[in-house]
């Protein structure tokens, strides 16, 4: 076959392809719009935010509405202390005086949302968190394939020994979440549980950083956030974080990730979506100069 006969080929497979085209609009029916809540505490001073929102269909142009008809209590079961968190603004929040944490390591938090009558209610555990060494940089020239020239940053932590500990990791760029990465989730510095202990992270979690496709410029701030899970958390959000990265050619099946909220009357079965957690958090940041 000639080069002609080629082209000749190609523009008619193209041609047929591209008429194949064609939009489709598809009437979805409207699913039940569940309750789900975000509620995060950590270890760090000042207020602790967790919002009630209700979900909205698939081809709605509206984002989830906050709900603010609740009454949220967080309670430190450890001492014995309680929380009552204030709706305003789309969120519930509690602000401690004098700029101190209400979340501290090793005490176990019970989470109690009262709507419509109901109660439900959550535990976690505040785990532990090791603390970030260092941040550096490197300047690559780039390969023209998978690495763009620019800085690569680099995340240098080590696990603390004894124990088994899960870690949740996340990049920011310039004071935004870099959308170029997605977030990491660890195991003793690792990505399964009995490999290592108390050593540092492995290169792939050390580089997962940067990305090769849009490195770091000079005047940049990087910022790396370390979070401490404890099991049931780390789960969620590997499911979480499978869910939204699913797609493209070998994508699975969506499933339903678990929520942890319980109702506290016997038989009921009313739900809240979504996840109670509790993280020890440490952060460093770095600037490309």
Known sequence: MNR????????????????????????????????Y?????????GTQTIKLLRAVNYQDPNGPAALGDATITLTDLTDNIKYDFVFANGAYTYTPAGGEAIGKTNHRYRLEITREGETYAAEDL??????????????????????????????????????????????????????????????????YADVADGFLFIPPLREGI???????????????????????????MEQ??????????????????????????PGS?????GWFGTAGETSSSITVN
């Not at 990265?245 to 319980?262: H, I, K, R």
């Open 126 to 191: 505040l785990p532990r968190v090791a603390t970030i060494d260092s941040l550096t940089l490197e300047y690559k020239p780039g390969d023209g394939d998978f690495e763009k020239e620019g800085f690569y940053a680099e995340l240098y932590v080590r696990d603390l020994p004894g124990a088994v500990d899960h870690y949740w990791i996340r990049t920011n760029r310039n004071g935004t979440r870099n959308t170029f990465l997605n977030d990491m989730l660890s195991i003793d510095g690792s990505f």
């Open 4 to 35: 002609l006969q080629s082209i000749f080929i190609l523009a008619i497979a193209a041609f047929l392809f591209s008429s194949c085209e064609k939009v489709i609009d598809l009437d979805l029916p409207d699913g039940e719009k569940l309750v």
């Open 210 to 236: 940067t990305s090769g496709e849009k490195p770091y410029q000079k005047g940049d701030v990087v910022s790396v956030t370390l979070r401490s899970l404890t099991e049931g958390s780390y789960v969620f």
């Open 37 to 45: 809540v975000d509620a995060w505490i950590n270890d760090q001073p």
């Open 269 to 273: 079965t009313k739900k809240i979506y």
């Open 240 to 265: 979480a974080l499978k869910q939204i990265s699913n797609g493209g050619l070998f994508s699975e099946v969506l499933q339903n990730v678990p929520a942890n909220l319980s109702s506290t009357t």
